[in-house]
């Protein structure tokens, strides 16, 4: 399996972002794939932000609802975290995965995660 996260930079706030992630090695059409977050040098778990099913049914973190947008390519196996309305609190590392995520046996947590993005938001 490889997830790989781009798209991210600084931004202003209220600007827009979309990041991509990149995705193999997993059977794309049937996965349930999801955006997360986590702080910038955070080891917390990391925040599940919105998920969507292989035929693009949605859902989001409630308090997200409205700024981003969940969308995915099956042609491409890419999935896609349009993001609006952008504030400093934005500001994370973010992270594509399966939902359920990935397991890898030789991870710490047992979670295969890729390299993330990171998103700065400055007020």
């Known amino acids: 399996v490889q997830l790989v996260e781009s798209g991210g930079g600084l931004v202003q706030r209220g600007g827009s972002l979309t990041l991509s992630c990149a995705v193999s090695?997993?059977?794309?059409?049937?996965?349930?794939m999801a955006w997360f977050r986590r702080a910038p040098g955070s080891t917390a778990k990391r925040d599940l932000l919105?998920?969507?099913?292989?035929?693009?049914?949605?859902d989001y973190l409630e308090s997200l609802q409205g700024r981003f947008r969940i969308s995915r390519d099956n042609a491409k196996n890419m999935v896609y975290l349009q993001m609006n309305g952008l504030k400093p609190e934005d500001t994370a590392v973010y992270y594509c995965?399966?939902?359920?995520?990935?397991?890898?046996?030789?991870?710490?947590?047992?979670?295969?995660w890729g390299q993330g993005t990171q998103v700065i938001v400055s007020s």
């Open positions: 995965n399966t939902d359920p995520v990935v397991l890898d046996s030789g991870a710490d947590d047992g979670e295969y």
């Open positions: 919105a998920r969507i099913t292989g035929s693009g049914s949605a």
């Open positions: 090695g997993v059977r794309f059409n049937y996965e349930v």
